[in-house]
């Protein structure tokens, strides 16, 4: 398969397009075709060299995507060839005490999608079935693979660890980041009232469109 590769820390002139093995799903895999993959900073972190997550070059980066399940591996019974899915961004181990409470999130174990492991700037990824989340026909590629990192990190703040309820008043800095629009649009949706801030007007024009009571 074609990817975009890197086997030296640096800036984007080390980004390279190239060909690896295409991969084989083991037991409990699916191989993913991806149709979308979402951009994050923590690419460019990698890609530089000050992120200390140990990897192996050549890398491919790329933390979040989308895509149509195109291969099952060994007891692979939840999914079928074809289904719309975008993958889950923390590969967990399901084993250690973390996971076993429920907060895989803390896996002790976890390995990232483009940062410990290969990523989505590929034309095809592994992901463990359980990680392949499906996505309904009105949610495009595109919008699948770049709601997960800013949506699962705003829902985890607002939500899991949050409490958010109706009547909340809400108070979201640097509303023009990815996170802070989909905490935005999550507190609205909750029938929350939401006060934003931002560095240029700009920003806070589209957090008003988007829906923020007071900027
Ligand atoms: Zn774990």
């Not at 979308?36 to 990698?46: E, G, M, P, Q, T």
């Not at 309904?136 to 709601?147: I, M, R, V, Y």
């Amino acid at each position: 398969m074609k990817a975009i590769l890197f086997d030296e820390f640096g800036g984007p002139e080390v980004l390279r397009f190239g060909e690896v093995p295409d991969p084989v799903p083991g037991p409990g895999e699916i191989l993913v075709k991806l149709k979308a993959s979402a951009l994050n900073h923590v690419d460019i972190d990698v890609r530089d060299g000050v992120s200390r997550f140990n990897f192996v070059m050549p890398h491919i980066l790329g933390i979040e995507g989308a895509g149509v399940v195109a291969g099952l591996g060994a007891g692979v019974v939840s999914h079928s060839i074809g289904d719309r899915v975008a993958v889950s961004y923390i590969r967990t181990c399901d084993n250690c005490e973390w996971c076993n409470r429920g907060q895989d999130n803390l896996c002790e174990n976890r390995r990232l999608f483009g940062e410990h492991i290969p990523g989505t700037y590929a034309q095809m990824m592994l992901a463990p079935a359980s990680h392949c989340l499906p996505i309904p026909e009105n949610l495009s590629f595109a919008d699948a693979a770049a709601s997960l990192v800013a949506f699962g990190t705003a829902w985890h703040g607002l939500v899991a660890r949050g409490g958010l309820t109706i009547g909340d008043v809400v108070l979201i800095h640097s509303i023009g980041s990815g996170v802070a629009s989909a905490a935005l649009q999550i507190a609205k949706s909750a029938g929350a009232t939401v006060i934003g801030t931002a560095s240029t007007d700009d920003k806070l024009e589209r957090a008003k469109a988007d829906g923020a009571d007071f900027v």
